[in-house]
């Protein structure tokens, strides 16, 4: 991992688009070197992937490499396409909040056990793509969320050592339509159909 450093997808007509590195101020980026021209071959490779994705950071952040602009509205989600998408619900009162919106009650378990489902990742939102409602009567919610992208993480892992396989940190705009959530949830599957695609960062 390297703070300094900065990603993003830019669209380029394929499913998984072009890794970029960007400069901190999010102006200027440059296409990652070869192999690592997506950001997934850069995870499966990630530390040798690191090294070169770092030099161009730098050569970027002191001007060494003047680099192209970049347009926000080309840039597709970082993965675009993952092999998982797992969330979790860290605030315990937003839980509260919304369970009682719907006149349902918190788990028992709520202090203690996470609350987490896996959810699409066939199709990923970039920052500047549009989030579609067709009806609204669904009852269109957003929630800001904080992202990790994890390297292969054993089973078990304590949170307490846990940073070691975290490889970046980015935002997420998690998209829900709440009146389709209830209907859905007394199925006994969880969510699908209330939890459209996720725009991110």
Known sequence: RSAAMKLATL?????D??????????????????????????L?????????????????????LDGLPIDP????????????????SAYLNHVILVRKARKA???????????VYQGGS??????RDPIELPDPAWGLDYESEVVVILGDTPRGV???DA?????????????????????ELAKGFGFFQSKPATAFS
Request: net charge negative; glycine share 8%; no cysteine.
């Open 158 to 160: 304590a949170a307490a």
């Open 17 to 42: 688009g072009r890794l970029l590195v960007v400069r901190a101020d999010g102006a200027v980026g440059a296409p990652a070197p070869a192999p690592w021209t997506t950001m997934q071959r850069a």
């Open 73 to 88: 509205a080309r840039l597709a989600a970082p993965l675009p396409r993952a092999y998982e998408w797992v969330d979790g």
């Open 163 to 183: 940073a070691p396989y975290v490889r970046l940190v980015m935002l997420a705009n998690d998209v829900t339509l709440r009146n389709l959530i209830p209907d």
């Open 105 to 115: 009650e918190p788990p028992a378990t709520l202090t203690t056990d996470p609350l």
């Open 122 to 127: 066939g199709d990923l939102l970039g920052p």
């Open 11 to 15: 669209r380029d007509g394929s499913r």
């Open 44 to 64: 499966d490779d990630w530390d040798a992937a690191v090294p070169a994705l770092t030099a161009l950071a730098a050569e970027l952040a002191s001007g060494a």
